[in-house]
């Protein structure tokens, strides 16, 4: 098994930060892409950030400069950091890996249970 767990969600108001983490257990053998998505209340989950086993990321256009994603290879971990926070940002929040339990199994894509981020106006 896989679980992953996500903390750092909370209310904050319009131009403040929050720091989210993902902390990966369980039988991992190797864990490539790590990253952050959100689901809006009637919208579609959307991918905010994301980073490779190497280091290189990616962002969505709308938090490309506010937001950044880092990991912790050694503690599989992956991190949030998000500034200028806009009520845009309201989400509930979701960690995402791709990773291999065993050395001959595939990638396969793992999920957090998401965490809640509330940005008031």
């Known amino acids: 098994q896989v679980q992953l767990v996500e903390s750092g969600g909370g209310l904050v108001q319009a131009g403040g930060s929050l720091r989210l983490s993902c902390v990966a257990s369980g039988t991992i053998f190797r864990i490539d892409a790590m990253g952050w998505y959100r689901q809006a209340p009637g919208k579609q989950r959307e991918l905010v950030a994301d980073?490779?086993?190497?280091?290189?990321?990616n962002y969505a256009d709308s938090v490309q400069g506010r937001f950044t994603i880092s990991r912790d290879n050694a503690k599989n971990t992956v991190y949030l950091q998000m500034n200028s926070l806009n009520p845009e940002d309201t989400a509930v929040y979701y960690c995402?890996?791709?990773?291999?339990?065993?050395?001959?199994?595939?990638?396969?894509?793992?999920w957090g249970q998401g965490t809640q981020v509330t940005v008031s106006s």
């Open positions: 980073i490779t086993s190497g280091g290189i990321t």
């Open positions: 995402n890996i791709k990773a291999q339990r065993r050395s001959w199994n595939s990638n396969q894509n793992y």
